[in-house]
């Protein structure tokens, strides 16, 4: 079986990333407990990104048991995002999809003096196939933040804005899905 999503759903501007639709996931779909450095952190919840009848990712947020929702979305603790995809997905859908949400985020003037480190992030990524994961983690003590795919680093900055601003696409407000933002923060006060 293809994984690849019909041309008609990726011409519809990529809102299969936009979280059209977000179920929880399984607990035992993601681990409950992980590492970043010496950093315990927990599951704060997950979720699925779909598109009308297609499951397109899986989704699991990290942080310390003890955050906050605000200091999740402010990316002041550690944390790791993992996007596990079901599907094949070309970057430039990843890469709209990506701007779609920022648009949302942030005033024309704010978008621009970001763009070049969004971009740095986002030259880094390939396509993406069905069991394929992206993992992005920051730690905040260290000012590290990471992007790997399949456990090769792609990426690496010690930039705070672009940590806040990338987990940002599915943490702050207005987020890719409203849906999956709850799901991934819904351990979180």
């Given at each position: 079986m293809n994984s690849r999503l019909p041309s008609a759903g990726r011409a519809l501007g990529l809102s299969i990333l936009l979280g059209g639709g977000s179920l929880p996931v399984a607990a035992?779909?993601?681990?409950?407990?992980?590492?970043?450095?010496?950093?315990?952190?927990?599951?704060?919840?997950?979720?699925?990104?779909?598109?009308?009848?297609?499951?397109?990712?899986?989704?699991?947020?990290?942080?310390?048991?003890?955050?906050?929702?605000?200091?999740?979305?402010?990316?002041?603790?550690?944390?790791?995002?993992?996007?596990?995809?079901?599907?094949?997905?070309?970057?430039?859908?990843?890469?709209?999809?990506?701007?779609?949400?920022?648009?949302?985020?942030?005033?024309?003037?704010?978008r621009e003096s970001i763009r070049p480190r969004i971009d740095s992030i986002q030259d880094t990524m390939i396509d993406v196939g069905d069991g394929d994961r992206y993992r992005l983690d920051w730690d905040p003590a260290t000012e590290r933040l990471t992007l790997h795919l399949n456990d090769e680093r792609r990426f690496e900055s010690d930039d705070t804005e672009?940590?806040?601003?990338?987990?940002?696409?599915?943490?702050?407000?207005?987020?890719?899905?409203?849906?999956?933002?709850?799901a991934l923060l819904s351990r979180a006060d």
């Amino acid at each position: 079986m293809n994984s690849r999503l019909p041309s008609a759903g990726r011409a519809l501007g990529l809102s299969i990333l936009l979280g059209g639709g977000s179920l929880p996931v399984a607990a035992d779909s993601f681990e409950t407990e992980q590492s970043l450095g010496d950093n315990a952190l927990v599951l704060q919840g997950s979720g699925t990104a779909s598109y009308m009848i297609w499951d397109v990712y899986d989704a699991a947020l990290y942080a310390p048991a003890e955050a906050s929702e605000s200091d999740i979305v402010n990316a002041e603790v550690p944390m790791r995002l993992i996007l596990e995809y079901r599907r094949d997905l070309g970057v430039e859908d990843i890469r709209k999809a990506t701007w779609v949400a920022l648009d949302d985020q942030y005033d024309e003037e704010e978008r621009e003096s970001i763009r070049p480190r969004i971009d740095s992030i986002q030259d880094t990524m390939i396509d993406v196939g069905d069991g394929d994961r992206y993992r992005l983690d920051w730690d905040p003590a260290t000012e590290r933040l990471t992007l790997h795919l399949n456990d090769e680093r792609r990426f690496e900055s010690d930039d705070t804005e672009l940590a806040r601003a990338y987990f940002g696409i599915w943490l702050a407000e207005p987020p890719l899905s409203d849906t999956l933002r709850a799901a991934l923060l819904s351990r979180a006060d």
